[in-house]
């Protein structure tokens, strides 16, 4: 069955005319999808009952199940937990700022690239999301708030580099003008660095922000925190950063989850500042969220602030990351891996 929602236009234009209808009715049925986040063919009442029916049975209308959703009290953020038709689960996070709304997509069911601290790669990848289910995501949240969502960060679990067509055609369709007609600029995508991917994702002639999770300021640390490290090198990494903003002239933002003793002294701090001081970016420190499954513990209210200090002195920019929902299980991978646990548990 083709999967709808992650045709282009052009693709589903083909695909009505070869069910032998009209190209006009693609524009109806895109505009159902991607403009309107319809949940049904059923929804959309401009076609016929006949050709609702035929699309029915021909095509997959991938259209996420809300199984859980956590509020926080502090905040306002709302983790969801996604099933998908084949009962795999997902996460995805909504959260509101000032300026806007702003929707956290999953990548890929698990992810296999390792890094020590993260909860979404313990029992390793299960499979790619699709187009479809990438953008699905930020769809069924506008179905459920009714609200408008500005941003988009592939920020969830996953690595999106490892997921690389899909995630393009995710780019395309979220930001295509017959659809949400997202800025490129207010999509970003973050990867723990896979360096070809990297500079690929640079030749597109896109301008959507790259952020990379650094999380060390020379390569025996990183690849103590991350496997990737041992595929690709801290210089090379940083050599692709380079690239990426030459062809794109988007600033890049180092994510750097600071995590107690092992990564956050000042001479951690300076050494930063010297790799990163050619480079127009910001680091964004995040306090590292600890996970019960391994005993990193996360910096100091007064180490993070020490360590942001010592970067501003040298000129890097830095912010700290505002802890979001930290009350419903706000990192990666946290809330499907207790569901998953919880219904193991019950039905022993
Ligand atoms: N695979 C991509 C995107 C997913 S993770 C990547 O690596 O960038 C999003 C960010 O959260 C990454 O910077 C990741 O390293 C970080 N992260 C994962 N688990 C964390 C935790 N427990 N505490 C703090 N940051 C974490």
Redesign the pocket.
């Known amino acids: 069955m083709t999967d709808i929602k992650s045709l282009t236009k052009d693709e589903l234009t083909s695909l009505i005319k070869d069910m032998g209808e009209p190209g006009f009715r693609a524009g109806q049925i895109y505009d159902w999808m991607h403009k309107k986040q319809a949940g049904s063919f059923e929804e959309m009442t401009n076609l016929s009952k006949g050709l609702r029916e035929k699309l029915t049975a021909e095509c997959e209308f991938v259209c996420l199940k809300i199984v859980r959703v956590q509020e926080s009290k502090i905040d306002g953020t709302r983790k969801y937990l996604f099933e998908l038709s084949d009962g795999n689960l997902i996460e995805s996070v909504f959260m509101k700022y000032r300026f806007g709304n702003s929707v956290c997509v999953s ?1 890929q069911v698990g ?1 296999r ?1 390792g ?1 020590r ?4 790669t313990i029992d390793g990848v299960e499979r790619n999301l699709a187009p479809s289910e990438i953008l699905d995501q930020i769809y069924a949240i506008m179905r459920d708030t009714g609200e408008k969502v500005s941003r988009v960060v ?7 580099l ?1 997921n690389y067509d899909n995630i393009l055609k995710f780019v395309r369709l979220l930001t295509d003008e017959n659809g949400l007609n997202m800025g490129q600029r207010n999509l970003t995508i ?4 896979i360096v070809p991917n990297m500079r690929k994702l640079a030749d597109e002639e896109l301008s959507i922000n790259l ?3 650094l ?1 060390a300021s020379n390569q025996q640390k990183r690849q103590e925190l ?1 496997p990737i490290a041992n595929q690709y090198s801290i210089d090379e990494l940083l050599d692709a950063c380079r690239y990426y903003f030459d062809k794109t002239g988007r600033q890049l933002t180092f ?1 750097y ?1 600071l995590v107690g003793g092992v990564n956050d002294t000042d001479e951690d701090a300076d050494e930063l500042a010297g790799i990163l001081k050619d480079l127009n970016c910001v680091v964004n420190l ?6 019960k499954e391994r005993d ?1 513990v ?1 910096s100091t209210a007064e180490r993070v602030q020490a360590f942001k200090r010592m970067l501003e002195k040298r000129r890097i920019n830095a912010t700290v990351r505002r802890e979001m929902g930290r009350d419903i299980d706000g ?4 809330l499907r891996r207790r569901h998953i646990e919880n219904n193991q548990e019950e039905n022993k």
């Open positions: 990548s992810c690239m890094c601290f993260c909860a979404s592939v920020m969830g679990s996953g690595e999106p490892d973050s990867t723990c660095g952020a990379i999770s999380h991350m994510e989850s995040i306090p590292v969220n600890p996970i990193y996360e990192a990666c991978g946290q």
